[in-house]
């Protein structure tokens, strides 16, 4: 109100020609790897290079759900890590990030489903989370908003319930990271692409951008849905698709569904804005793409199954719709950590799953930059898994990326 001078939110240093390490890509993950090394070991020399804008990638596109509700201990590992994380970081950041544990609901619409979310729900509880299985009653009560009494295609014969799970606000997570990243010192520079990884004998040694060579001793990649064509500037070929997946939201009401609630038969999951939009996503495209355009098909798809849980939702109107190209890996699950190339690592694969570990995901990579080894949350996240039949198969699907 009345503040005309609004500073700058991150410096804009020159850029110098060398840094210790450089990061490529500033959506959460590069930030907050950046972040970490500068927090937790005291390393700023390092810069961060956004080829469009901060948090303009697939970190300020996503449908902000956090939860940890997986089923091996890998996954399940890091995103319970994250949701600790994730209730520290407004105080530690400065920023506002908007986390809001409202309760994730995972809905079954089988006894068979049910079943298997009752085993995930036991891993977890080993695993020291809260977490409940409803059914009926309990289930209407924690959401009441949802229809378990019209005759469905799919009825719902119960639910996983995370009280630790929720929402945050996406681009206060890009903006809070480098805020903090920026004031401990470590340049970011947005509008600078990389477009060649420079290796001699096996080992890194620069990166060009339009703006010039940076030579350092260390690059991390974080890009997401463009891993394929930044590794490839390092001549390597991942095991990753790159898919478009699409989001929309309603205009805005007043308060009327306080949980995040998950339709598993398809995929169509909702949560309600603090502004009192629906934001609702689904699956991807199902085909490769990087239009970052939407289609009918799936709008259809995602709102027919959001009309089966609540169908007051008929009466509003969609009021933006947008998509992100999220890359997806041959067991569905993240490649975090050293690549075949010394001084080369990379954090990629998370698909449309990888906001809720942004914070656990720059933890361990800072980590593993600041001490040349990889710690143990990240471990299991090995580019070699597929080769050596590790995968890190949640669904329990196989390697079909596909399923997709
Ligand atoms: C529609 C949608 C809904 C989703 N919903 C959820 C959800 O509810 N919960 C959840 O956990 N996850 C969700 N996700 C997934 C989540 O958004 C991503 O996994 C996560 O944000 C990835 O973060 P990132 O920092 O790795 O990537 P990004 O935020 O995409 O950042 C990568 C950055 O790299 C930059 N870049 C690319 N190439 C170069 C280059 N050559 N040089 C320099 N920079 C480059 C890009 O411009 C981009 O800013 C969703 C994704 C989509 C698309």
Known sequence: MGNKRWPAIIATPEM???????????????????????????????????????????????????????????SFGLKNFALKLWGELSQELNFNLMYEPRGYVDLAHSDGELEHFTIRANAMRLGGASVEILTGQALQDCVPELDLNSAARFPVAGALFQPAGGVIRHDAVAWGFARKASQAGIHIFQKTPVTKINITKDKVNSVDTPQGRINCRQVFISVAGASNQVASLAGLDLPIHSINVQAFVTEPVKPALK???????????IS???????VLGGASDGYNSFARRGSFARIEDVLARALQMFPFLSRLR???????????????????????????????????????????????????????????????????????????????????????
């Open 16 to 74: 110098r020609s060398s840094y210790d390490t450089v990061i490529i890509g500033g959506g959460g993950h590069g930030l907050a790897t950046a972040h970490y090394l500068a927090k937790n070991h005291g390393i700023t020399d390092v810069a961060v290079l956004e080829g469009s804008w901060i948090g303009g990638g697939n970190t300020a596109r996503n449908t902000t759900i956090v939860r940890s509700d997986y089923l091996l201990n890998a």
């Open 259 to 269: 949980t995040v609630v998950n339709y598993n038969a398809g995929l169509s999951y």
């Open 272 to 278: 309600q804005t603090a502004k009192g939009e629906f």
């Open 318 to 404: 969609l009021m933006r719709h947008w998509s992100g190209t999220a890359d997806i890996s041959m067991d569905g699950n993240a490649i975090i950590g050293q690549l075949p190339i010394d001084g080369l690592s990379i954090n990629c694969g998370w698909g449309y799953a990888g906001f809720k570990a942004t914070p656990a995901v720059g933890h361990q990579m800072a980590e593993l930059l600041a001490n040349n080894a990889t710690p143990d949350l990240i471990k299991p996240f090995t580019y070699d898994r597929f080769a050596n039949g590790a995968e890190i198969d949640d669904a329990g699907a196989g390697p079909y990326p596909w399923h997709h």
